[in-house]
């Protein structure tokens, strides 16, 4: 009855945080996609996390914890730290832009800059591409989390629908603003909760030293610097790393709170707490996945998944259990609603817009960014009533596949000789590549012992600077 | 106003913390447990986020701020209507 309780209450109180943050709304897609540009450093700093951090950091983190051991740490919070530096390299130019010629969409900004409606689409296509897999992602885990929450009373597909719903209701309405209100609340929640659960379970099993010690006598290469197995080898290190820096600025639903900000001042704050956070919290689920080794030893595969929800039921009451896997639930809708509108926005100002309607008005425009929000989330949907393997597979790709767009970002903002043709040759080569890789046409040696990811980066970024060299470049589309 | 010598010793200082992440040393090392029975790896990476943060907050109050007048400045030497 509690864990049903805690539940609606939780819900509830979304859909009330997003509500009100509507009526504040003015019905353009400067307000509807980006809150007017008017996010202040505090709730820019929990609405990047909140976007950023999604149920791989509540449920996954615990899962490699527990295959690899504490050696996963370092490479999820020290790379992800690393990021912040983009606020600046990439979000700081694009936020002033942004405001000079009115971006909304990353594509916008990326094709404008270097005149080519061809790259805009391009862009926009890899980065629609690349993240549907993930949006598809989260009905399904939430509905597995609520299903396993109430012991199967609710059903999984009934979980996912009711979550959805939810969500695409305050999205719907408010638009980024509901999102930015409701992703505070629930950045703030996943950082208690998870603090919680960590202590309360480490004091179950008699301290964290105690704890620890234990779980080192019995497996201490959880503790080594390369994870159980060796996990982590010197090049898949480095490879690893460059992947986090490269690919997260990417991610449209991150890219776009650049454009969010109100001030300066808010990328700067947002850029010197993100290695903070990171570096406090990307511990605690780690240290549950390796705990668990005391309590359910011997879990393989995706089975270590569900490690997190394991010690809580065998360990902590049951109110608390509920309420740490409603931080769970938090992580996913804070990372779908943001998803939902960064591709919302990216198909109707890139592609609606380009191809379809170049007269669209700004009224017309939020219609169907709302309307979109509510098929893409269909979508999610129609995915998680029967999930294909193969947008799983994909989705493993996701990363790299995103990182590839990294070099042209910055050569659009940063490299004056950069040009349309060869930044649309550079990302054609990356993603030919990655596939090349993921079906086998490239051998899997080819890397070098390092992921698919440095080649690939190394290529595109000599495609890049040698197609500009040779190319000409076109004036600015107005 | 920035010069050709703060962006140098801006982007030595993040070069050198990205390097740093690059901790082949420890491999292969003998593990000891410190505080919380975490391996003392663990807190060589806590150490070098703090110091990351502290760099950007140093980087955002000297070098970003100088160069707040310029970075916006039109690829083609104009501005543009939103």
């Known amino acids: 009855m509690i864990t049903y309780v805690i539940v609606l209450l939780y819900l509830g109180s979304m859909v009330a945080i997003g509500l009100a943050s509507h009526r504040a709304a003015r019905n353009t897609p400067d307000d509807y996609f980006l809150a007017g540009r008017s996010i202040g450093p505090v709730v820019l700093f929990f609405t990047l996390i909140a976007t950023n951090f999604s149920a791989f950091f509540f449920l996954g983190f615990a899962?490699?914890?527990?295959?690899?051991?504490?050696?996963?740490?370092?490479i999820m919070a020290f790379g992800t730290g690393l990021v912040a530096l983009a606020f600046y390299f990439i979000g700081f130019k694009a936020w002033r832009l942004g405001r000079m010629r009115g971006?909304?969409?990353?594509?916008?900004?990326?094709?404008?800059?270097?005149?080519?409606?061809?790259?805009?689409?391009?862009?926009?296509?890899?980065?629609?591409?690349?993240?549907?897999?993930?949006?598809?992602?989260?009905?399904?885990?939430?509905g597995y989390l609520l299903s396993q929450l109430t012991d199967g009373a609710i059903p999984y597909?009934?979980?996912?629908?009711?979550?959805?719903?939810?969500?695409?209701?305050?999205?719907?309405?408010g638009g980024m603003r509901s999102v930015a209100a409701t992703d505070v609340a629930q950045g703030i929640m996943m950082f208690v909760l998870m603090v919680l659960a960590v202590f309360a379970l480490g004091n179950a099993l008699g301290g964290l030293s105690d704890a620890n010690a234990r779980v080192m006598d019995i497996q201490p290469a959880l503790f080594s610097r390369e994870g159980l197995d060796g996990f982590f080898t010197k090049r898949n290190w480095f490879s690893y790393m460059l992947l986090w820096i490269l690919?997260?600025?990417?991610?449209?639903?991150?890219?776009?709170?650049?454009?969010?900000?109100?001030?300066?001042?808010?990328?700067?704050?947002?850029?010197?707490?993100?290695?903070?956070?990171?570096?406090?919290?990307?511990?605690?689920?780690?240290?549950?996945?390796?705990?668990?080794?005391?309590?359910?030893?011997?879990?393989?595969?995706?089975?270590?998944?569900?490690?997190?929800?394991?010690?809580?039921?065998?360990?902590?009451?049951?109110w608390l259990a509920a309420l740490v896997m409603v931080g769970a639930l938090a992580a996913f809708m804070s990372t779908m609603d943001s998803q939902l509108l960064a591709l919302s926005s990216?198909?109707?100002?890139?592609?609606?817009?380009?191809?379809?309607?170049?007269?669209?008005?700004?009224?017309?425009?939020?219609?169907?960014g709302r309307w979109l929000v509510v098929a893409l989330a269909v979508v999610g949907l129609l995915v998680a009533l029967n999930p294909p393997q193969t947008i799983f597979a994909i989705a493993t790709e996701a990363f790299t596949g995103l990182a590839v767009l990294f070099p042209t970002t910055i050569a659009a903002l940063h490299w004056k000789r950069a040009t349309a043709a060869g930044c649309i040759a550079s990302i054609v080569v990356g993603e030919l590549m990655l596939f090349g890789f993921h079906y086998g046409v490239i051998p899997a040696a080819w890397s070098g012992g390092f992921l698919p990811v440095t080649p690939i980066i190394a290529v595109t970024t000599a495609v890049l600077v040698v197609g500009s060299l040779f190319g000409q470049r076109r004036a600015t589309v107005t | 106003?920035?010069?050709?010598?703060?962006?140098?010793?801006?982007?030595?200082?993040?070069?050198?913390?990205?390097?740093?992440?690059?901790?082949?040393?420890?491999?292969?090392?003998?593990?000891?447990?410190?505080?919380?029975?975490?391996?003392?790896?663990?807190?060589?990476?806590?150490?070098?986020?703090?110091?990351?943060?502290?760099g950007v907050f140093f980087f955002s109050r000297h070098y970003w701020v100088d160069e707040a007048d310029d970075a916006g400045v039109d690829r083609d030497g104009g501005d543009k209507a939103p």
């Open chain 2, 1 to 54: 106003m920035r010069n050709r010598r703060d962006t140098f010793k801006w982007a030595f200082l993040f070069v050198v913390l990205t390097v740093l992440s690059l901790d082949y040393w420890w491999w292969g090392a003998a593990t000891r447990l410190s505080l919380f029975g975490l391996p003392t790896w663990i807190y060589y990476f806590v150490a070098l986020q703090f110091v990351l943060a502290a």
């Open chain 1, 63 to 74: 899962g490699v914890g527990y295959r690899v051991g504490y050696s996963y740490y370092p």
């Open chain 1, 103 to 142: 971006y909304i969409t990353p594509p916008e900004m990326i094709g404008d800059l270097l005149g080519s409606r061809v790259l805009q689409v391009v862009v926009s296509i890899v980065m629609v591409q690349f993240t549907i897999p993930y949006l598809a992602i989260q009905p399904i885990g939430a």
């Open chain 1, 247 to 318: 690919a997260v600025p990417m991610f449209p639903q991150v890219f776009m709170r650049f454009f969010t900000a109100r001030s300066k001042a808010s990328l700067q704050t947002a850029a010197i707490l993100y290695p903070i956070i990171t570096a406090v919290l990307f511990i605690f689920p780690i240290i549950i996945g390796v705990l668990g080794h005391l309590v359910h030893p011997g879990l393989v595969g995706t089975d270590a998944d569900q490690i997190l929800p394991m010690m809580l039921a065998s360990l902590a009451p049951e």
């Open chain 1, 157 to 173: 597909y009934m979980g996912a629908t009711i979550l959805t719903v939810c969500m695409v209701f305050y999205v719907f309405l």
């Open chain 1, 346 to 368: 990216i198909l109707t100002r890139d592609l609606y817009r380009t191809f379809v309607n170049p007269d669209v008005t700004i009224d017309q425009q939020v219609k169907i």
